[in-house]
């Protein structure tokens, strides 16, 4: 079935610094892999998706890079401020169906 | 437009009871899925509905049941309470559900205790 691992589980950086979270799949029918930023007691929202057609996709500070052919998608965050501290959950919907699997989510902090 | 909503927000239970939580999607929106999250298992899928029907299945237990309304409402229902099934529930509408291809918004989720 569809699984997704991500790593790592805590990420601490200071700010200003980059941080870079990896997820591994292993449903290569996959083909849309959004990534979700849950702040304490609060809902999880999108901040940025990608689909296999694409290899890179870029919102301001924040990055997603796909590899289909090693099945691995990150989020790249450059220039990390205090507010990024949060959960992030990557995620992904199997071909054809409308459910997502979840990575286990990291979480960041950002020191000052 | 107003977002997902979900009610109640929190909610206190005892073992053995029954519970229905209420979600109204995006004004719009027809497919509704329902997740739970919890410390040790993270986000995991319940179900899916779309217009009424149910499309998708989690591995959940048959005391985990939903159903959808014609206005796209939906409830979510727990029989016989066990304790590990205190988690946040999550629900989330999209426009059409088309496979995967719609964003999901999420609400802001009940808080499920049980005692």
């Known amino acids: 079935g569809e699984n997704v691992e991500q790593h790592p589980s805590t990420l601490s950086v200071q700010e200003g610094d980059s941080a870079v979270i990896k997820c591994t799949y292993s449903?290569?029918?996959?083909?849309?892999f959004p990534w979700y930023k849950q702040e304490l007691g609060k809902r999880p929202q999108l901040i940025i998706d990608?689909?296999?057609?694409?290899g890179e996709k870029k919102d301001q500070r924040i990055a997603v890079t796909l590899n289909k052919t090693a099945k691995h998608f990150s989020l790249h965050i450059t220039e990390t401020q205090p507010e990024d501290s949060a959960v992030y959950f990557c995620?992904?919907?199997?071909?054809?169906?409308?459910?997502?699997?979840f990575g286990a989510g990291t979480r960041l902090a950002v020191h000052p | 437009k107003a977002g997902v909503t979900q009610t109640p927000r929190y909610l206190i239970k005892t073992r053995g009871q029954q519970v229905t939580l209420s979600c109204s999607p995006i004004?719009?929106?027809?497919?509704v899925s329902w997740y739970q999250q919890t410390p040790g298992q993270g986000l995991q899928f319940l179900f899916e509905?779309?217009?009424?029907?149910?499309?998708n299945k989690g591995n959940f237990p048959g005391r985990f049941s939903g159903r959808q309304f014609s206005n796209s409402r939906s409830e979510m229902n727990v029989s016989t309470l066990e304790l590990g099934d205190s988690a946040l529930y999550l629900c989330?509408?999209?426009?059409?559900?088309?496979?995967?291809?719609?964003?999901?918004?999420f609400g802001p989720g009940t808080r499920l205790t049980v005692l």
């Open positions: 509905y779309f217009s009424e029907t149910q499309r």
């Open positions: 004004s719009g929106h027809r497919s």
């Open positions: 989330a509408s999209s426009p059409t559900g088309t496979g995967g291809e719609d964003e999901q918004f």
């Open positions: 990608i689909r296999s057609n694409v």
């Open positions: 449903d290569s029918a996959s083909n849309y």
């Open positions: 995620a992904l919907f199997p071909r054809g169906y409308n459910k997502l699997i």
